[in-house]
């Protein structure tokens, strides 16, 4: 079994990789072609214990995360949380240059910061799993510049100043990123489009199958399962394209199925609910009025 390595540090990091100790412990800013693995094997697999974000051309490997590889041919911006596995596969018969950078940071730089908390909200820190980051000619400039702010503030004398000044131009970048991954999934429409309708292909099937007295309602976990996908990603496409979060799509696909069974069987309110998948009938009539404002009972007084 090939050995996974742990990098607790950003200066494990560099170290393991051939680079000068970091300018600055919990903050660095590499230039990806000085970085040289140590390792002569086709594999390289590795946890490590800070955030990282990837700008890289022409790497002369696979890069996996999740389920999903990646090749480096052209500006791909990917976003890496600690404790994410990762694993690089080595392609020894092509010889390139390897260009961009890699921007560690180490959630103790973020302590006492507004940003330690809403670092988190920022979805496509878990995108790894299906979604990097595609860039234009003018993105990566930006992208750039802004890697470049940061390498300079904490090369210059440290103060007080410096932390703040570094957290401004971080909250920039991934305001930036976050306006650069709305527009990807404008400008993809193809493959957009095409997890749309495979999500209400999962989601149809899960509510025609007959189970859903076993199974229960499904969960937003287990609809992006069955679609390989993260619970994350699945909601910003479908926010961006339907204005509606997942649990929203789920919850209207119920009311849908009642209604088909209030006005074509008779059903009483508990037997849907319990076919529905509730535990309780009590929590499929709330559901319903909220979302119709009428009980399921003055829905069917409708058809009869």
Known sequence: MKETFR?????DF?????????????????????????????????VQNFYSIGLKRNVNAKFNYGQQEYDFDSGVLCFVSPLQFLSLEMKPEVEVEPTGYLLLIHPDFLWGTSL???????EFFS?????ALFLS???ERIIVDLFKNIEKEYQTNIDKFTQDLIVAQLELFLIYSERFYERQFFTRKKSSHELLVRFEEVLSQYFDSGNLLEKGIPSVKTIAEQMNISPNYLGTLLRIHTRQNTQQHIQNKIIDSAK???STTS???SEIAYELGFEHPQSFSKLF????NQSPGEFRKLFN
Do not use: M
């Open 127 to 131: 995108y790894q799993i299906n979604e």
């Open 267 to 269: 059903l009483s309110v």
């Open 289 to 292: 009025k909220q979302k119709t």
């Open 14 to 46: 560099h170290a393991f990789c051939g680079l000068p100790n970091p300018e600055h412990p919990l903050i660095s800013l590499i230039d990806y072609s000085k970085v040289k693995y140590p390792v002569n094997d086709h594999e390289l697999k590795w």
């Open 260 to 262: 088909e069974r209030l």
């Open 7 to 11: 990098f607790h540090s950003i200066s």
């Open 116 to 122: 330690i908390r809403k670092i988190k909200s920022y």
């Open 137 to 139: 000619d003018k993105e």
